[in-house]
């Protein structure tokens, strides 16, 4: 039985299948809407987190399979006072499989250590989310037709994003990409992402302070946020703000080909006129959030179709 | 040097840094034992300068040598049978300690989990780097050196 605790649990050949399969998925939605039946995902959501809970509900729930679980600590035993191990065995009883998320970090990690049921890591703080790292690979793959060669812009809060350092270890394990990394000085890539990631497998990356400087070399340009709590000072902040806000006059130095990948809630930092860019695709991205999830249930479950 | 009786069954620590054989003796649980144990404080040692030295009557098994590899890996153990040196055991970084350090960061799981291992697995030896099992967060205390 296996768990997906963290994106790079799976080698690169797993990978390049389960994405094989999510692509089958998105091509033949039919051949797989009964495939589930009669199984059942529970979903352990210690806190609120809407998308990545209904992406998971709705792919076991395309797959003909059920869903139940709870979406706050508050409405489950965890309340009472339920150790994590405790709660997996019981729910082990009830489930097939169970996407787990959790505000501590290694909680599902715990959890898949007591369980007889497989367990996914649906995010634990600010630790891993290795299925939103799915997500971006199937995105960009799906788009771009590869994973490697490629120029991945990286744009916005890279030092808190851990969606960022996720897809970024992720990457690395591919030939001949290059990151660029925009960001703010006080918000680059931790040292450990520069030293033991990039530099340590030898991958090309630099570092800019403006948008606009790095979109015209970019094949995809992963928008994240810019939180004003972040800046040191009120006078940074206000300095370079708009640094990190895409919109239609900075598209226009992007190629005619590069895709706009978000993992969302989008704010302010990519304007709503951007959206109707065909270039937009973080809204697509939520489309193969689901498609990808369905693959890993059916990996996880070694159901065969 | 200063002469302590020599040992029947036991193990010697040699080349503790000197001042750190009463944490390790804390370390290794030896109070906790019901055996002789010797306790030399800034022996003179060519190599060192000064050095503490531990000595245990007591079977081998009863230490545990990867917390000592994790405190020092420089420590030499040396195994006595009947009052001679029947081996050296040479110490090398633990791949993996239990219940040693807790885990610092206040958003990990063992801060809330009850019964929960402290796990912290070797991610670097060259740079002598553990990481918590669960978090992976970084150990940042000080190790006996």
């Given at each position: ?38 199984k059942?995902?529970?979903?352990l959501?210690y806190?609120?987190s ?6 998971f ?7 003909g ?64 989310h ?63 992402i ?18 606009e ?5 970019l ?11 972040r ?43 951007v ?31 | ?23 390790i ?28 030295i ?33 081996a ?47 978090c ?10």
């Amino acid at each position: 039985m296996r768990h997906l605790m963290s994106p790079l649990d799976f080698s690169v050949e797993e990978l390049d299948k389960l994405l094989d399969l999510a692509g089958d998925i998105e091509r033949n939605p039919d051949k797989y809407a009964h495939v589930c039946e009669g199984k059942r995902l529970a979903t352990l959501f210690y806190e609120p987190s809407t998308r990545t809970r209904l992406s998971f509900e709705a792919a076991m729930m395309n797959l003909g399979g059920k869903v139940l679980g709870f979406s706050t600590a508050d409405s489950s035993s965890a309340a009472k006072g339920e150790s994590v191990a405790d709660t997996i065995r019981v729910t082990s009883c009830y489930a097939d499989i169970c996407a787990m998320r959790h505000p501590k970090e290694g909680a599902p990690l715990v959890a898949s250590m007591s369980s007889t049921i497989p367990v996914i890591n649906a995010g634990d703080g600010g630790h891993q989310h290795p299925t939103q790292t799915l997500t971006d690979l199937l995105t960009i793959r799906s788009l771009k037709g590869r994973l490697d060669n490629l120029t991945i812009g990286l744009c916005g809060d890279l030092k808190f994003g851990r969606t960022v350092h996720s897809l970024i270890e992720a990457l690395v394990r591919y030939d001949n990409v290059k990151f660029v990394l925009i960001s703010p000085e006080e918000l680059r890539v931790p040292s450990y992402i520069r030293e033991d990631v990039l530099e340590r497998n030898h991958v090309a990356y630099q570092e800019e302070e403006r948008l606009e400087d790095a979109i015209p070399d970019l094949d995809i340009l992963y928008m994240t946020r810019v939180q004003k709590e972040r800046f040191f000072n009120e006078e940074d902040y206000v300095r370079m703000k708009d640094f990190y806000i895409l919109d239609k006059q900075k598209m226009e130095l992007a190629k005619e080909d590069m895709y706009i990948l978000h993992p969302l809630p989008r704010v302010n930092e990519i304007s709503v006129e951007v959206d109707s860019d065909p270039r937009a695709a973080y809204f697509r991205q939520a489309q193969y959030g689901v498609y990808v999830r369905m693959a890993l249930i059916l990996t996880l479950l070694e159901v065969e179709v | 040097m200063l002469n302590v009786g020599a040992l029947r069954e036991g193990y010697v620590l040699d080349h503790i840094k000197a001042g750190k054989a009463m944490t390790i003796y804390h370390d290794l649980k030896l109070d906790k034992l019901d055996c002789t144990v010797a306790i030399i404080k800034n022996a003179r040692s060519n190599k060192m300068g000064v050095k503490d030295i531990i000595k245990v009557e007591c079977p081998i098994e009863d230490l545990d040598l990867d917390i000592l590899g994790f405190i020092d890996h420089n420590i030499t153990v040396n195994i006595i049978k009947d009052e001679q040196i029947v081996a050296k055991k040479q110490l090398k970084l633990p791949k993996q300690i239990t219940n040693v350090i807790k885990c610092k960061n206040p958003r990990c799981i063992t801060s809330i989990e009850q019964g929960l291992d402290h796990v912290f697995i070797l991610a670097d030896e060259e740079k002598e780097i553990y990481r918590c099992k669960y978090c992976e967060e970084k150990y940042r205390g000080k190790r006996n050196k």
